[in-house]
């Protein structure tokens, strides 16, 4: 078993969120949530150290743009970077939990389907 | 809805960076501030109108923090002091220009620089020029002190030549420093393979005139 | 604790930051906390219990605030402070070159489509007043355009004159300018005891230098009614010959 993967999931997770299109902090809180069907459900202000190091990463790049409030909001955008560290991840991720699965599932008492 | 990217510590660094890179790189190509002593010497290469050379030696000045660096051309011997610091860049001064030509058996200059410490007056020379027969194949440095300083006798030959672009062949003679030496006089006398005197110039009475 | 608490908690963690990024971090989180208490807001929550309920889901901000700093470690702020200093510096040292070669720059230009900005011979006198009456040196100017050029500069004659242009035996001057080729790149001082000038039938001719003009200078010499000034510049590998027609007038009779 990996001790540390090269990504941490949350961040997995805020990559595969922008993969589709750029967010802003809340939304993506929101979206997340949504998608995990109430699952995942970070604290919220420990997003933002997450998204502020994976900018500083270049995984993603942020952008200021007008709310319709009015207010200035700020939008983060996935990198070709991003994109591929999400994609090799993501890959990583699939067979380090089908490997998991697959001993879960032979493990006599355990009902998996 | 107009987009303002916001910019990273490491993206402003860079381009902070590629500023301070771009601004040494005009600063140089430029002549404002030389990062090299090649460029010093084009500086003064098109101040003089003269040709572009190339740097052939190199001897340290004492005294004055400076190197000597002789270069030549198809047309010009150059030489002049060079030095660094941190406040100009390498500039060059002091320049003496030798200009060639090509039916003489040889061309010589003198190069001279007066330091004072404790009040004694030391002076530095050199004699530098290029070898313009071939057949020439050893010159005399006669350096006679008419008041203050002492007589000096030098004989170049091939292991003292410097050779340059397409062969040419060019000397640089640092005479023994003098003290007190106010007036003097220098000549350079070629000799052929057999002996025979080619020629003597005399170069510190004004503009070099054969004898 | 209120929302202005909780971002002043998390910023007062922040001691790696600068103040720009200090109030983007603050004006971020207190959006993201504005959008949730705008949310509760239009299900229906009283606004008091909207922002303990946002507050409640933000975390710890001390926490925040300390891994928010992590992500600002301070060695690219250094590159940056450091790559300002030294242009700072470099640019205080190329200030005066920099300026010496905007002049170049300007005189190339001026040289190679306006010259008569910078020396007219209409414009000069010879010693200012005589007997209360202000000496021109040339009566009568024409204007001509003779151009050579060799390793990369060019040697522009651009005015020709008379001092009695009637007169059998006269001076003659001619405007002379150089400029470089390039625009930006240097031009050559060509002094006057450099120029060796040779006139009609081997006269010696001389050269001129007025102080505060750049790259420009003037030739005169003693000529012959009829004959044309010429003139020679010839060193280190470099060759100008230029024969300048002058305005003669109608002979006296």
């Known amino acids: 078993m990996k001790k540390k993967q090269s990504i941490e999931h949350t961040q997995l997770l805020v990559l595969s969120l922008l993969a589709g299109e750029d967010m802003y902090g809340y939304q993506m809180i929101m979206e997340l949530a949504r998608r995990s069907d109430r699952t995942f459900e970070m604290k919220e202000g420990t997003l933002y150290p997450v998204l502020h190091g994976l900018e500083k990463d270049g995984y993603v790049e942020a952008y200021q743009q007008e709310a319709p409030t009015g207010r200035m909001r700020k939008y983060y955008h996935l990198t070709r970077r991003g994109g591929a560290a999400l994609k090799t991840e993501a890959e990583a991720w699939k067979t380090y939990s089908g490997a998991v699965n697959a001993v879960l599932r032979s493990s006599p008492g355990l009902n998996l389907a | ?211 | 604790m209120t929302r202005r608490e909780y971002t002043a908690r998390v910023l007062i963690c922040l001691r790696r930051v600068t103040r720009q990024e200090r109030e983007a971090i603050q004006a971020e989180i207190d959006g993201h906390m504005e959008d949730h208490i705008c949310a509760l807001l239009g299900l229906g929550y009283p606004p008091e219990l909207a922002e303990e309920r946002t507050l409640a889901l933000m975390g710890d901000p001390a926490e925040v605030g300390q891994e928010l700093n992590r992500q600002y470690p301070f060695r690219w702020l250094a590159v940056k402070w450091g790559a300002i200093v030294l242009m700072l510096a470099l640019a205080l040292l190329v200030a005066r070159p920099a300026w010496t070669w905007a002049g170049v720059v300007s005189d190339n230009l001026w040289n190679r489509f306006a010259p008569t900005h910078q020396l007219d011979l209409r414009e000069l006198s010879l010693e200012g007043y005589v007997d209360g009456k202000y000496v021109r040196i040339a009566s009568d100017v024409a204007e001509v355009d003779l151009r050579q050029t060799d390793g990369g500069v060019t040697m522009r004659v651009y005015q020709a004159g008379l001092e009695v242009p009637l007169a059998p035996k006269t001076e003659a001057w001619v405007s002379v300018c150089l400029y470089s080729e390039n625009p930006f790149g240097e031009t050559p001082q060509i002094y006057g005891d450099v120029i060796d000038m040779t006139g009609p039938l081997g006269r010696e001719v001389t050269c001129t230098f007025f102080s505060g003009v750049k790259r420009s200078f003037t030739v005169r010499g003693q000529v012959r009614r009829g004959e044309e000034l010429r003139f020679t510049y010839e060193q280190y590998g470099h060759r100008f010959d230029f024969s300048v027609p002058l305005p003669w007038g109608e002979a006296l009779s």
């Open chain 2, 1 to 211: 809805m107009r987009k303002r990217p916001t910019v990273t510590r490491r993206r402003a660094a860079l381009r902070w960076l590629v500023a301070l890179c771009l601004l040494a790189a005009a600063s140089h190509v430029l002549g404002w501030y030389c990062m090299t002593p090649k460029r010093a010497l084009r500086s003064m290469e098109r101040t003089f109108f003269t040709e572009q050379t190339e740097f052939l030696a190199r001897v340290e000045l004492p005294y004055f923090s400076q190197e000597l660096r002789l270069s030549g051309g198809p047309d010009v011997t150059l030489l002049a002091g060079y030095s660094f610091s941190w406040r100009s860049g390498w500039q060059g001064s002091n320049m003496v220009i030798l200009e060639r030509q090509r039916d003489w058996p040889f061309t010589a200059e003198w190069y001279g620089r007066m330091a004072v410490r404790d009040h004694v007056y030391t002076e530095y020379s050199y004699i530098f020029g290029c070898v313009e027969d071939p057949a020439v194949t050893e010159l005399e440095i006669v350096y006679t002190a008419i008041r203050g300083g002492h007589d000096q006798t030098a004989r170049l030959a091939a292991r003292d030549w410097i050779t340059g672009e397409n062969g040419r062949r060019y000397f640089l003679y640092a005479m023994e420093p003098e003290e007190e030496s106010w007036e003097r006089c220098c000549s350079v006398t070629g000799y052929l393979a057999d002996g025979t005197a080619a020629g003597t110039l005399q170069i510190l009475d004004g503009r070099p005139y054969w004898e």
